[in-house]
C-alpha cells in the first residue's frame, strides 16, 4: 500500500482560491461616472488649462504679435525676447534666491512647528489645556488679514524684522492653524501601542517622537510642505507689507512692475508670470499623489 504525498503550493495559495478570485475579479465594474460629474471636472480643467496656455502662448510671442489682440493664437515665430528682458528688468536671480529662501524657511518651520504642536496636543488631548489650545490655534483661520496687517507691520518695524526672516515668521504663523489641523487627525490613525513598547525598550518621549512617531508623518509632512510652499512662493501681500528694502523683494512683488511702465509689453509680462509661476507648478506636479493619499488617510482614519 503506497501513501501519496500532496504537497501545498510554493505561495500557500490553493488553485481554488486562485479560481475564485478570478472569479470575483470578472464580477467586479467599474463605477460609471456620471455626465455631470464629467461636465463639473471639464470645467474645472478649462479653467485652469485656458489661462495657461495664454500664458504660455503670449510668452513665446513678439511684441507686435503680442499686441495684436488675439491671444488664443499661436506664436509664429516663436520668441524668447520676452523672457530675456523680463530676466533683466525683474532682476529675476535676486528676486528667485530671495523667494526660494522665504519658502524654504517657511516649509521647513511649518512642518516642524506644526509637528511639535499636534504631538503635544493628539497625546494629550484629555487635559482641557492641550485641547483648548488646539481650539485657538484653530480660531487663528477665521481671522482675516486686514485686521492683523497695520500691527504686523508696526511690530515688524520696532523688532528690526522687516526683511525676509520677518516674512517668514509671519507666512509660518499664519500657516501653523491648517498644518496643526492636519498633522492631529493624521496622528490619531497612529496606534500609541507603538509609543509604549519603544518605551518599554528605553526610549524617551523625544526618542519616540523622533526615531518613531516623526518618519510616520512623512505622507502629511509632504502634504504640509506643498500647502505652505505654495502659499509662500504665491504670496504678494506680506512681501510688500513688510520687506522695506525693494531690492530684497520676492519674485511675485516684482510682478508689480508689469503695470505700470511695461504695461504693453504683453509678452515680457507674461514671460515674467510664467517664470515666476513655473517653479510652483513643478512642485504639485511632482507631490500631488502625496497630497492627496496623505490627506484622504489623515480623514478616513481620523
Known sequence: MTSTTIKAPADGVSDRDRGSAKVRKRHVKPERVSWSTTIV?????????????????????????????????????????????????????KGFLVSL?????????????????????????????FRWSFYYLLSAM????????????????????????????????????????LFTAFLRSIPIELEESARIDGATTWQAFWKLIFPLLAPMSATIGVFAFLASWNDYMLPALIIADPDMQTL???????????????????????????????????????????????????
Open 101 to 129: 529662501f522665504i519658502t524654504a524657511g517657511t516649509v521647513a518651520a511649518t512642518i516642524f512647528l506644526a509637528a511639535f504642536a499636534s504631538y503635544a496636543i493628539a497625546r494629550n488631548w484629555e487635559r482641557r489645556y
Open 142 to 181: 477665521f481671522l482675516p488679514f486686514t485686521v492683523v496687517a497695520l500691527p504686523q507691520i508696526q511690530l515688524t518695524g520696532r523688532l528690526h524684522l522687516d526683511n525676509p526672516v520677518g516674512v517668514i515668521i509671519l507666512t509660518t504663523m499664519f500657516q501653523l492653524s491648517f498644518s496643526t489641523l
Open 252 to 302: 511675485p512683488v516684482r510682478q508689480y512692475l508689469f503695470t505700470g511702465q511695461f504695461m504693453n509689453n504683453y509678452n515680457v509680462s507674461f514671460a515674467s508670470y510664467l517664470m515666476a509661476m513655473a517653479p510652483a507648478i513643478i512642485a504639485y506636479l511632482f507631490t500631488q499623489r502625496w497630497v492627496m493619499e496623505s490627506v484622504t488617510q489623515g480623514a478616513v482614519k481620523g
Open 41 to 93: 471636472l471639464m470645467l474645472c480643467t478649462l479653467t485652469v488649462f485656458v489661462p495657461l496656455y495664454i500664458t504660455v502662448s503670449m510668452a513665446f510671442k513678439t511684441r507686435a504679435q503680442a499686441i495684436d489682440g488675439r491671444s488664443f493664437s499661436l506664436p509664429n515665430p516663436v520668441s524668447i525676447e520676452g523672457f530675456i528682458e523680463a530676466w533683466k528688468v525683474t532682476n529675476f536671480p
